[in-house]
């Protein structure tokens, strides 16, 4: 069993900056895929950036430029460092991780909250 444990949501002002982190504890193995999705009021949970174990990275066309998905595979922790944070950034992100081994398995973390606001 693999647990998720998000952290660093927030109240921040539009331009402000963020960082979540997730961190992954359990039975965790060396190749998988790490992801941060998000979902607002009244609409459906969407990706907002994806990282493999070797670091090849996927955005969601509305974070490119402003988000950095990045990973420390020593501590199966996934960060997402978010600038020039705009209202409609605000959201719950979700943490998520896929592994392929011994079996497929996709594991959902609880949520941040991220509100920008001013």
């Known amino acids: 069993q693999v647990q998720l444990a998000e952290s660093g949501g927030g109240l921040v002002q539009p331009g402000g900056s963020l960082r979540l982190s997730c961190a992954a504890s359990g039975s965790i193995f060396s190749f998988n895929t790490m992801s941060w999705y998000r979902q607002a009021p009244d609409k459906q949970r969407e990706l907002v950036a994806r990282?493999?174990?070797?670091?090849?990275?996927n955005y969601a066309d509305s974070v490119k430029g402003r988000f950095t998905i990045s990973r420390d595979n020593a501590k199966n922790t996934v960060f997402l460092q978010m600038i020039n944070l705009k209202p409609e950034d605000t959201a719950v992100y979700y943490c998520?991780?896929?592994?392929?081994?011994?079996?497929?398995?996709?594991?959902w973390g609880q949520g941040t909250q991220v509100t920008v606001s001013s």
């Open positions: 990282i493999t174990s070797g670091g090849n990275t």
């Open positions: 998520q991780l896929i592994q392929t081994i011994p079996t497929m398995s996709l594991y």
